[in-house]
């Protein structure tokens, strides 16, 4: 019996030895701040001048106007019963009823 004792104490004690403790340290979450931020949305305005005149030399021929629309050089329109078309900025009549 002062055998198995012996055996007993002798392996506790190897045991004992081969065990290790292992501490983890979990970190802990840093308070953030209290306050919440978010970007400043500003609006900008681009003011620009009047519109660029047609560059010398241009061979855009000037458009013609009739009730409120433009329409370029070339184009019909039917204009009080007769048809007109538009040449270089002035209404011409074709001669065609419409």
């Not at 949305?41 to 009047?50: A, F, K, L, Q, T």
């Not at 021929?61 to 007769?82: D, H, K, L, R, V």
């Amino acid at each position: 019996m002062k055998a198995t004792i012996a055996a007993i104490i002798a392996s506790a004690a190897t045991l004992g030895a081969c065990t290790t403790r292992v501490v983890e340290r979990v970190p802990v979450a840093q308070p953030g701040p209290s306050v919440v931020t978010t970007p400043a949305i500003s609006e900008r305005v681009v003011e620009r001048g009047p519109a660029p005149a047609a560059a010398a030399g241009s061979s855009a021929p000037a458009a013609c106007m009739w009730a409120s629309q433009t329409y370029s050089s070339g184009a019909i329109s039917c204009q009080e019963n007769a048809q007109f078309r538009c040449n270089s900025g002035s209404w011409e009549r074709t001669g065609v009823a419409c």
